[in-house]
């Protein structure tokens, strides 16, 4: 009697245990339904987010900024910067951002080559002063500030431009610094012989506007895809662009033939 | 359908499929190092060099690369990956053939990853705000670092490896009963996806 009460009192027990045991997993099995399902919505909410985002991104892509029209004076023609004989041999374009390390390089090592060029008739050099490193400059829009500081010169003291461009780049800021400020952008104006009344214009809504649209413009039509990019006659010079010499030779090269 | 969920979650908790996403993604690991390795002294040499993956301004291992956090020890950071993922290769072979390693061992495997896995986030993040442009390399070195810590985590809670209290070690085995370890890294890495849109989509794209 006793042994036979232990038995069913001890049945029972394991009877509990597994109805326990039976109800804990059928509560995980339904939470781990439920989790898996939220894994699937999450990973179709975030493709759905980047299909979006690609249409809508695509969709941006395919309005080009509005043309930015500003006074064509000086060296502004269209949505360049040309300095040279019109009538020159060569066209030799140049896609250039003032934050970009290597355009710095590029400059500093072409210079003398360039100005040269230039001045005995051989090429005429097309300048963009691309704005795309704005985002490495702590927030200052460096590129903007420094093309749109360019664009100005080239309106306004065309004969300056060269020189203005070089020392921004004999003083480049670090990429990823806050840049030069706008007096330091200045300043740097008025050593070359930029006159107080130029240097006033700088940082003008329209020329930033303008600076926005040429950016925007030589990615889209132009194809740029990286600066500095330098084109002679419109084609893409593939050589060494960090040394002094071998892009002249290519420009003389395009003269001759 | 909870039928299929049942056979994914058995799938999830089988030693084969737990080692093979280990191997293959400490694989993809130790490739992106590899390359990175080819690169940072490539760009030792050359710190102009033109890398075939400065693809825009964002894309750029050149700007990753020539980085102080690049060689935080002194050396380029990827020398760790050709390191590490071997050992991990290594594990994921041996217990694919059977090898059931000490709990001592799993341990430390587990320390080590994990450093290895908080200093991976700690490069994104850098990359992302501090530097300013990404590397596809170091992306896929993120994402496969992620997929490894996943799965060592996921082997050393279900075995217990991990020396930790009871109460612990059983709520997070329950955890994995429930299957929140996907839910976790799928966050996760949505997260990730959603932040690098957040703050390049546009020049992703451009």
């Not at chain 1, 042994?3 to 009877?15: D, G, H, I, V, Y």
């Not at chain 2, 495997?109 to 390399?137: H, R, S």
Request: some cysteine.
């Amino acid at each position: 009697m006793t042994m036979s009460n232990k038995t069913r009192a001890q049945r029972l027990r394991l009877e509990q245990e597994r109805l326990a045991k039976e109800a804990q997993e059928a509560r995980e099995k339904r939470i781990r339904t439920i989790v898996m399902i939220s894994v699937v919505g999450v990973v179709a909410l975030a493709l759905v987010g980047v299909v979006v985002w690609t249409v809508l991104g695509a969709k941006r892509g395919q309005e080009p900024v509005a043309a930015a029209q500003i006074a064509e004076i000086g060296a502004v023609q269209g949505r360049t910067l040309v300095v040279g004989q019109q009538d020159a041999p060569v066209t030799l374009d140049v896609y250039q951002d003032y934050m970009c390390p290597y355009c710095g390089q590029f400059e500093r090592a072409n210079r003398a080559d360039l100005q040269q060029l230039v001045d005995d008739g051989s090429a005429r050099l097309v300048i963009h002063p691309l704005a795309f490193l704005d985002a490495q400059s702590a927030g200052t829009n460096y590129s903007s500030r420094a093309a749109n500081a360019a664009v100005t010169v080239a309106q306004y003291q065309p004969d300056k431009l060269l020189a203005y461009n070089a020392i921004l780049y004999d003083r480049q800021p670090a990429e990823g610094s806050e840049g030069l400020s706008n007096e330091q952008l200045a300043e740097l104006a008025r050593a070359v012989g930029v006159d107080d009344a130029t240097i006033q214009r700088f940082g003008a809504d329209e020329t930033t506007a303008f600076v926005a649209w040429l950016t925007d413009a030589a990615f889209r039509n132009d194809g740029i895809k990286g600066t500095p990019t330098v084109k002679i006659n419109g084609k893409i010079f593939g050589g060494d662009l960090y040394s002094a010499g071998p892009l002249k030779a290519a420009v003389l090269d395009a003269k001759g033939s | 359908m909870t039928d299929l969920l049942d056979r994914i979650h058995q799938l999830r908790q089988d030693n084969r499929w737990i080692f093979s996403t280990m191997l293959f993604s400490a694989c993809l690991s130790l490739l992106a190092s590899f390359v990175l390795s080819a690169d940072a002294v490539t760009l030792a040499a050359d710190p102009d060099a033109a890398l075939s993956c400065n693809l825009n301004t964002v894309l750029s291992c050149g700007t990753v690369g020539t980085s102080w956090q690049a060689s935080l020890f002194g050396f380029p950071n990827a020398f760790l990956g050709l390191a590490a993922e071997p050992v991990v290769i290594t594990i994921a072979v041996a217990s694919l053939a059977g090898v059931v390693f000490p709990r001592g061992f799993m341990l430390a495997a587990q320390l080590v990853y994990t450093i290895g896995f908080v200093f991976a986030y700690w490069l994104f993040f850098q990359a992302m705000f501090g530097i300013g442009a990404l590397c596809p390399w170091c992306l896929l070195v993120t994402l496969s670092t992620t997929l490894v810590f996943t799965s060592l985590t996921h082997v050393n809670i279900r075995d217990d490896n991990l020396f930790l209290p009871m109460p612990v070690s059983s709520a997070l085995q329950a955890g994995l009963r429930m299957g929140l370890d996907v839910l976790v890294v799928t966050i996760w890495l949505a997260a990730v996806v959603a932040l690098i849109f957040w703050k390049y989509g546009a020049a992703l794209l451009a």
